[in-house]
């Protein structure tokens, strides 16, 4: 359990960092949902750096579970098509919201956006609110 909170602790340090870099380096808030976008409907001169990130996140996750397995101990005990229903909702919440709990959660609130604090209960709720149902009809353990 200790080793738990420890992780998280470092995970959270180092998103905190990766976004403050960004602002930095890039003057961008990050926010995956509006990265991931810009690849869909892409502007001249605009794709290049968000395809890196999003490379970046992909290829950062296989090697920390290949260099540290141990990181991802927690297992997903449900089926496949529950994932994909889950992002594509997720994906439809990100349009909704006009960004994601990266841009909101930790970009936005740090900022003090009070529509980024809205936004960012709101994503709550909604996911407390979607295991509650899902568990209802036993499609969650």
Do not use: Y
């Amino acid at each position: 359990m200790p080793q738990e909170w420890i992780n998280a602790l470092i995970g959270g340090a180092v998103i905190g960092l990766a976004v403050s870099v960004m602002l930095l380096f890039n003057g961008r808030v990050t926010g995956v949902s509006g990265i991931i976008g810009g690849i869909l409907s892409p502007t001249k001169g605009d794709v290049q750096w968000r395809v890196l990130f999003v490379l970046g996140l992909v290829f950062g996750g296989f090697f920390l579970k290949n260099l540290s397995p141990q990181v991802f101990s927690g297992q997903i005990a449900t089926e496949s098509w529950t994932l994909v229903l889950a992002g594509i909702l997720v994906g439809f919440g990100t349009l909704l919201g006009s960004g994601c709990t990266s841009g909101h959660g930790v970009c936005g609130m740090s900022r003090l956006s009070i529509r980024s604090v809205i936004a960012t209960v709101a994503f709550i709720l909604a996911g407390i609110l979607s295991v509650i149902f899902f568990r209802s009809l036993g499609v969650l353990p």
